[in-house]
């Protein structure tokens, strides 16, 4: 199967974790923005991530044959924290850079008044550099904040076929389902959901507007999860087109709204090549010969 992951932090991720996504199928991938595990203390902490999303973790993702895109936002936690806001006047520069296909992740995290007026800085900020959102629901009182969330969405005037509304189960899937935004699924072990509660989830709604991600990070989380997803949907009876269509096409044409997707296989990659290629004079295996020569 092909694989889109189109959620996962790969920043917090190993190379080991690149190879073994490979071997399963992923072929391109989304990393959106967001938060390290503790408070970034200043903007330019923030500067440095996202200039390391949009460089080094491309290159890193390249020499593994993977297809690497971000998101940019200030996430919805340190939208409380005044030492980060100040990051929302310096995400203009970076939403016109290539592989940027969202602005993201945004959302919720406690509803804070902070947190509104943050997520509708940033549908602004989507509508004026014509490019899709990506919005992250609560992990406390999802319901409410779904439904706040699609309050805000409509308010901005961004198309809602253009916003995916993400970390979905079963208790707001419907209402996102009825808006008419495209629904994600983050398939984490423990904390969001599992495979068969969203192979479950598209039984009864169909696969329209249904993205499935693993959105692994530095948690207790696997990256091969949508590779685990696909073949769950064949256990259930789903075709391998259906499959297709749940980890490729549709990560594709939500995020092929960016006009900036590349998915063309990665130049002279070979599993097994090495090359001299270097990031800024770093390569992979550290000064060493790099795995493959683009």
């Not at 200039?51 to 390249?62: Q, T």
């Not at 409410?144 to 509304?165: A, I, N, Q």
């Not at 990560?251 to 002279?268: D, H, K, M, T």
């Amino acid at each position: 199967m092909r694989i889109f992951d189109p959620h996962i932090h790969m920043t917090s991720r190993t190379t080991d974790d690149y190879e073994a996504m490979y071997e399963s199928g992923v072929r391109a991938l989304v990393e959106p923005a967001f938060w390290l595990g503790q408070p970034r203390t200043n903007v330019g902490s923030y500067i440095d991530y996202f200039d390391a999303l949009i460089g080094w973790e491309r290159f890193r993702a390249a020499q593994f044959g993977i297809r690497h895109h971000c998101t940019i936002a200030l996430n919805p936690k340190e939208a409380n924290d005044p030492r980060c806001r100040e990051v929302m006047a310096h995400l203009p520069r970076y939403l016109v850079k290539d592989g940027v296909v969202a602005v993201g992740e945004t959302g919720y995290d406690s509803m804070t008044p902070e947190e509104d007026d943050i997520l509708s800085q940033h549908l602004a900020l989507a509508v004026e550099y014509d490019l899709p959102a990506l919005v992250h629901t609560p992990h406390r009182d999802k319901v409410t904040g779904t439904r706040r969330t699609l309050d805000v969405v409509v308010e901005s005037g961004l198309p809602v076929e253009r916003v995916l509304v993400d970390h979905l189960n079963e208790t707001c899937v419907d209402m996102v389902a009825d808006s008419g935004a495209w629904m994600g699924f983050s398939i984490y072990p423990d904390t969001k959901m599992d495979e068969g509660r969203v192979v479950a989830i598209m039984q009864r709604l169909g696969l329209d507007r249904i993205i499935v991600n693993s959105a692994a990070d530095w948690g207790r989380s696997d990256p091969l999860k949508t590779a685990k997803t696909g073949l769950a949907m064949l256990e259930a009876g789903f075709s391998e087109d259906d499959v297709d269509r749940v980890l490729w096409r549709n990560p594709v044409e939500f995020y092929g709204q960016s006009g900036r997707l590349e998915l063309a296989p990665v130049p002279g990659f070979a599993p097994a090549q090495q090359g001299p290629d270097t990031f800024e004079g770093n390569s992979v295996l550290r000064g060493m010969a790099s795995r493959r020569a683009v």
